[in-house]
């Protein structure tokens, strides 16, 4: 599904005249439907993989092959932002650690949304909103809010329900449980095991190693880039 | 993937202003930023080209100067081109170049196939004339004949931006520069026009007012599924409302991308500087 041949990241920045480098040649292959764990220290590149992989960071060379059900096998590396996006609407859903909300949208109409720009009815996207903010034990009483004034756990609970409720077949998640108590975990767990089920294919960066447990059909260790360091 | 068509077609879109000397026009021409030392011309856009799909929202960022409104300015028809090319996929399916149509023509893209609201509320609308009118002005430049339409229209439309119905008649003088925005929005979207631009439509409202215009902003175009071009210099408008973004600098067209990666992972130095907040 997802085969990363010899990535590397930099980050020049030109004011400082200086280049890090984050990610040095990196090959790993991710079949479908399974599910890799990246484990590895603060800084060793496991986010900047991530984000390279969901278009937002631009690699410096390798290449990125994703088995797309609509637009066949796509190097995410030289794909065009049009075709990133319609990605990201369809089929590869990413999940940080951090909620971005929309003013005066509530929680419910934010996971609504979400499924509304795939071109489901309205209907539809209300009554499976409905089930995935159930799922997460995201009180009722919270749906009809603005998400700004949730607490830490609910947003990440929000931000989760956000991306699963479109069923992605590629599922990105960035230590998407860094700061939740254990029910909501759980919740989280077996949200990713019932994704798995249906055959998503995933890749996710947990602190948590006990979380990862049972759950990664492998894991992926970083170790810091050899030189992961500015240089002039 | 099917191979998608642009919306909206432009081709090195050129704007000077002066007719230039033997020192600008010039391949390696020496100019301070877009102005020439020799002569005094300004060269406001210089081979901008974009490409606009249907139902996306484009960023344009920049700093002041940079050519922004002279690039809306010159697609709305506000201001001449210089010289480049222009398709639109709904004017004889993109085949003809509309900068070089008849004034005629011109008044029929402006007014059917394109919508404008204008930093300055006094560019788009007339102050004095009641709210109303003002939409209605731009049905009847479109092709409206029928009064009764353009009055359910136009009400539609209001209650659609959010204005009370009871006000209609008031002119925008009355109206808070919130509601002025909101009645410009009215205004170009009253034809029903497949582009909208807009050019720092929220520069100089409180916070507050930002916010809902720029809730309008996405609702409409989400339910609308109409495209839009979205000119700021606040990084905070163009990360909530656009999917891709252009970088603008001395008239050109320095970077381009996923809105996320040029926030990101900007790779110009003038972006970086930019996202940074080092200027
Ligand atoms: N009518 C004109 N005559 C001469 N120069 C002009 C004219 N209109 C614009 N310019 C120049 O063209 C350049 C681009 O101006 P423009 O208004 O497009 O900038 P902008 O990017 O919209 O800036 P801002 O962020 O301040 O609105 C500027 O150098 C400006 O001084
Ligand atoms: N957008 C960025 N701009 C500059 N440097 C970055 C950026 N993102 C990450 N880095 C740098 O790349 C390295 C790897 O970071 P990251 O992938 O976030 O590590 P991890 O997720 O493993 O903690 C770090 O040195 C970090 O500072
Ligand atoms: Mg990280
Ligand atoms: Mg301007
Ligand atoms: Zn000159």
């Given at each position: ?232 | ?110 007014n059917a ?19 109303i009118s003002n939409i209605a002005e731009k049905q009847i430049a479109a092709g409206s004949r029928h009064v009764g339409n353009m009055v359910n229209r136009s009400n539609e439309l209001l209650n659609q931006?959010?204005?009370?119905l009871?006000?209609s ?17 009215a205004k170009?979207l009253s034809s029903n026009p ?86």
């Open positions: 599904m997802i085969q990363i041949e010899n990535l590397q990241k930099e980050f020049t920045i030109h004011h400082l005249n200086k280049t890090l480098h984050a990610v040095r040649d990196i090959s790993f292959t991710v079949e479908k439907g399974s599910f890799l764990g990246i484990v590895g220290k603060s800084g060793s590149g496991k986010s900047t993989i991530l984000k390279s992989i969901y278009g937002t960071y631009i690699p410096k060379s390798g290449a990125i092959y994703y088995d797309s059900e609509t637009l066949g096998k796509i190097n995410l590396v030289t794909a065009s932002p049009r075709e990133i996006l319609h990605l990201r609407k369809y089929e590869i859903g990413y999940v940080s650690q951090f909620l971005s909300v929309m003013p005066r949208t509530t929680a419910l109409e934010l996971v609504e949304q979400a499924l509304l720009e795939t071109g489901v009815s309205y209907e539809k996207a209300h009554e499976e909103a409905i089930d995935t903010l159930k799922h997460f034990d995201l009180d009722e009483s919270l749906w009809n809010n603005y998400p700004n004034y949730f607490s830490g756990g609910e947003k990440l609970r929000l931000n989760i329900a956000r991306a699963v409720v479109k069923k992605p077949r590629l599922l990105l998640l960035d230590e998407p449980t860094a700061s939740l108590d254990n029910a909501s975990k759980l919740k989280v767990r077996e949200s990713i095991e019932k994704l798995k089920h249906q055959g998503t294919t995933l890749i996710g960066i947990f602190h948590d190693l006990e979380f990862m447990d049972g759950l990664c059909d492998e894991v992926f260790t970083m170790r810091k880039a050899v030189v992961n360091a500015y240089e002039a | 993937m099917h191979v998608e068509q642009p919306i909206l077609q432009i081709k090195n879109l050129s704007k000077q202003y002066g007719a230039g000397c033997s020192n600008c026009l010039q391949p390696n021409a020496r100019l301070e930023k877009n102005f020439c030392p020799v002569c005094k011309t300004v060269f406001a856009c210089k081979d901008v080209s974009i490409d606009l799909y249907r139902g996306e929202i484009l960023g344009i960022v920049g700093e002041s100067g940079s050519g922004k409104s002279t690039l809306m300015k010159s697609l709305y028809f506000d201001e001449e081109v210089t010289s480049g090319e222009g398709y639109l996929e709904d004017f004889h399916n993109g085949s003809l170049n509309i900068f070089t149509q008849s004034g005629q023509q011109k008044r029929y893209i402006r196939l394109l919508g404008m609201v204008y930093q300055n509320p006094m560019l788009g609308l007339k102050m004095s004339f009641s709210s931006v959010n204005i009370p009871k006000r008649k008031e002119p925008p003088k009355n109206f808070s520069g919130g509601m002025q925005q909101r009645v410009q929005i170009a497949p582009i909208l631009l807009l050019d720092e439509v929220t520069t100089g409202l409180d916070l507050s007012v930002q916010a809902s215009v720029l809730d309008l902003i996405k609702t409409i175009q989400r339910e609308l599924q109409i495209s839009m071009i979205v000119v700021s210099h606040d990084l905070a408008v163009i990360r909530m409302l656009a999917d891709r973004t252009i970088v603008m600098l001395n008239g050109q067209i320095i970077e381009q991308g996923l809105t996320d990666q040029i926030l990101e992972d900007p790779q110009h130095a003038y972006t970086q500087q930019l996202v940074y907040s080092l200027l």
